[in-house]
């Protein structure tokens, strides 16, 4: 898994993590300022706007924090979140002057976003209003200069580097407790932010920041509070997702997720925003169903643009000259661009940038990688004909004048050809550890479950067996899925292989990797595999 856990003590904190191991939120940067100033406006009645993001993390942030600043008695709390349409990532100047003019704020604090937004934060500033941001992403150079910037990246603790803008936020809000505390305030004293951590787990979990350190501790924690106790905007989207069991992370990144980010891929994020806001069991319903309905229509758009994305691609595809793949079309939707980057990345094995333009010839962009390829790293060579870029080593966005495009698509091919021309580009599937066929079974699901929760930097274990066999003839079930036994001889397991419907089947012994989990038919429970790769044992 490449955790590197040898010590007793770490794995002990691992497996077992404890809320009690958090660290001290002043060691973030900037923590001590940014706590005074929002006591300081909770105290004063002034008008504070909390402004997100769109994505998951942006909302379930925004959401956290205005819950938080309520509980405080401030009194005059407005959320604010940008629209990806109209106003774009981040604390857009478009953004801002939309929230002056509807809100007067004297303070404004970001979550998710901001550190490089410095042209809107001295823009707020000249208008007389104090900035305080809350975020996680990468610093593009001098960060913005607002009153406090509350980033770990750029602070010395390389283990909070990891946090999402969820687990920022929750810092935040204990930076706020423990100094109320410290004063003697009672209304400090009675609020208990584990009540907020199954709010913490969908966000950390949904911006696929690793699941290690900290974040291990708040999203196993949050994910015991929500099979305790769902909140009504928990339960209705767990409700039309159709989760059954325990809910786990893998729940969240597929099933909640999703629906949580359609509305703002699509429109405006706010009405998830009411979502998570929301008491009323029976309005939660009524939007989680809207909620869904939209992530239904951003998936038929998405597959419409990867089709006609890989249609355009494979007219002139060479994999020995074309590395860093950039595609674009006026009319694309910006919403979902960022899926299909990922789809292509898949498909072709190359990192992608898809670009939609607009009518005034405007482009934006997502762009994907693949391990190995730091993609910010790419655009920073390619920055000459960019307007502005900004992410991470996997994934990044940027923005793009038409006229520029050619020139950009062509650099970026050569830049990435620089690195990547000559190495084997092959998908791998990579395994935990081979074992026995035998060896699955209920102590060792038991096992892999103290290893929950799974997701970046802590994935699911794939295992493998050699040398079994497949056991009559294979059934076609669902869109496209094999349902099969494989047996040694002496033991034999259900399995069931997602999507490879059209594989061809090896004859013979074959080596299976798989991942396990308990499927539970009729009241009967068995353990079954999930195939991961099958082929003919060399």
């Known amino acids: 898994m490449g955790l590197g856990y040898q010590d007793l003590a770490d794995i002990e904190r691992f497996l077992k993590p404890r809320l009690s191991e958090l660290s001290d939120p002043f060691l973030l940067p900037d923590m001590e300022p940014a706590i005074r100033r929002v006591q300081q406006a909770i105290q004063a009645n002034e008008s504070i706007v909390v402004y997100g993001d769109y994505d998951v993390d942006g909302i379930v942030s925004t959401g956290l924090l205005v819950q938080v600043l309520h509980r405080l008695r401030a009194r005059m709390v407005t959320p604010c979140l940008p629209s990806r349409q109209e106003?774009?990532?981040?604390?857009?100047?478009?953004?801002?002057?939309?929230?002056?003019?509807?809100?007067?704020?004297?303070?404004?604090?970001?979550?998710?976003?901001?550190?490089?937004?410095?042209?809107?934060?001295?823009?707020?500033?000249?208008?007389?209003?104090?900035?305080?941001?809350?975020?996680?992403?990468?610093?593009?150079?001098?960060?913005?200069?607002?009153?406090?910037?509350?980033?770990?990246?750029?602070?010395?603790?390389?283990?909070?580097?990891?946090?999402?803008?969820v687990g920022v936020v929750f810092k935040l809000c204990h930076g706020l407790l423990k100094l109320g505390r410290d004063q003697g305030l009672k209304i400090a004293h009675n609020l208990d932010l584990r009540e907020y951590l199954d709010w913490v787990a969908v966000g950390t979990v949904?911006?696929?920041?690793?699941?290690?350190?900290?974040?291990?501790?708040?999203?196993?924690?949050?994910?015991?509070?929500?099979?305790?106790?769902?909140?009504?905007?928990?339960?209705?989207?767990?409700?039309?997702?159709?989760?059954?069991?325990?809910?786990n992370a893998q729940h969240i990144g597929y099933g909640l997720g999703p629906r949580l980010n359609a509305a703002g891929r699509l429109g405006n994020a706010?009405?998830?925003?009411?979502?998570?806001?929301?008491?009323?069991?029976?309005?939660?319903?009524?939007?989680?169903?809207?909620?869904?309905?939209?992530?239904?229509?951003?998936?038929?758009?998405?597959?419409?643009?990867?089709?006609?994305?890989?249609?355009?691609?494979?007219?002139?595809?060479?994999?020995q000259e074309h590395y860093g793949l950039v595609i674009a079309k006026a009319g694309w939707h910006a919403g979902v661009i960022g899926i299909v980057a990922s789809r292509l990345v898949t498909r072709y094995r190359r990192p992608v940038v898809v670009v939609a333009f607009d009518e005034s010839g405007v482009g934006r962009g997502s762009c994907r990688s693949i391990e190995g390829y730091h993609i910010l790293k790419g655009l920073e060579r390619c920055r000459q004909y960019l307007v502005t870029y900004g992410g991470h080593e996997m994934a990044a966005g940027l923005e793009i004048d038409r006229g520029r495009y050619d020139d950009f698509r062509m650099a970026f091919n050569e830049v990435v050809k620089s690195e990547l021309k000559g190495r084997d580009l092959r998908p791998v599937q990579r395994i935990s550890t081979w074992i026995e066929l035998e060896q699955v079974n209920d102590a060792l699901y038991a096992a892999m479950e103290a290893l929950r929760p799974f997701g970046q930097n802590n994935p699911v274990p794939v295992l493998a067996v050699r040398g079994v066999r497949i056991q009559g003839q294979p059934r076609r079930v669902g869109v496209n899925h094999l349902r099969f036994t494989v047996g040694n001889g002496r033991t034999s397991r259900s399995a069931i292989a997602f999507r490879m419907a059209d594989v061809a089947m090896p004859e013979g012994p074959v080596d299976v990797a798989f991942t396990f989990q308990k499927n539970n038919f009729m009241g009967n429970e068995t353990l079954e595999l999930n195939v991961q790769a099958i082929r003919k044992t060399a």
Request: with cysteine; aromatic share 2%.
């Open 270 to 319: 706010d009405t998830s925003l009411e979502l998570l806001l929301t008491d009323d069991m029976a309005r939660a319903h009524e939007i989680a169903m809207e909620l869904d309905g939209a992530n239904r229509d951003r998936q038929k758009i998405e597959a419409g643009i990867v089709a006609e994305a890989m249609r355009e691609i494979d007219v002139n595809f060479d994999e």
């Open 206 to 247: 949904a911006d696929i920041v690793p699941l290690t350190g900290e974040n291990r501790i708040m999203v196993r924690h949050g994910l015991t509070r929500m099979n305790q106790a769902l909140a009504p905007c928990w339960k209705s989207l767990v409700d039309v997702a159709g989760i059954r069991g325990p809910i």
């Open 87 to 165: 106003e774009g990532y981040g604390l857009s100047l478009a953004a801002l002057k939309r929230c002056m003019g509807q809100c007067r704020p004297t303070l404004l604090i970001t979550v998710d976003c901001g550190t490089n937004d410095t042209e809107a934060v001295l823009l707020a500033q000249k208008s007389g209003i104090d900035v305080i941001i809350t975020d996680h992403h990468e610093n593009g150079g001098q960060p913005a200069p607002a009153l406090a910037v509350v980033n770990p990246k750029l602070g010395r603790e390389d283990s909070l580097k990891v946090l999402a803008g």
